[in-house]
């Protein structure tokens, strides 16, 4: 499995998808910015809410969550890459998120 750290935003091309496979309550507290927020049981039925064509990066709160789901969407024949170490060291480092 693809993957790269999610310490810095610059780890990840700039103009690509970043997928949050977090629940909604975890989402509020805070997320990557820019990311498009759906949860993990919900991933198959949004697939059309996700870009075609480009390499989706997949990120959760600590990489659990963003394996299985890189997982799902290969499986659905898109190119997703793991955001490892997901939200956890991004917030450790106090870089910004959304709310």
């Not at 990557?32 to 959760?60: M, N, Q, R, S, W």
């Not at 299985?68 to 106090?94: C, D, E, H, K, Y």
Request: proline fraction near 9%; hydrophobic fraction near 40%; aromatic fraction near 4%.
């Amino acid at each position: 499995m693809n993957h790269v750290k999610s310490r810095s935003r610059s780890s990840l091309p700039a103009g690509r998808p970043v997928v949050v496979v977090r629940e909604p309550w975890e989402c509020a507290q805070g997320q990557f910015p820019g990311a498009l927020p759906i949860p993990l049981k919900l991933l198959a039925e949004h697939l059309v809410d996700i870009p075609d064509g480009d390499t989706v990066y997949v990120i959760c709160a600590s990489g659990n969550r963003s394996l299985r789901g890189a997982r799902i969407l290969r499986s659905l024949r898109r190119n997703a890459v793991l955001a490892r170490g997901g939200m956890t060291p991004w917030t450790a480092q106090n870089r910004p998120i959304q709310t």
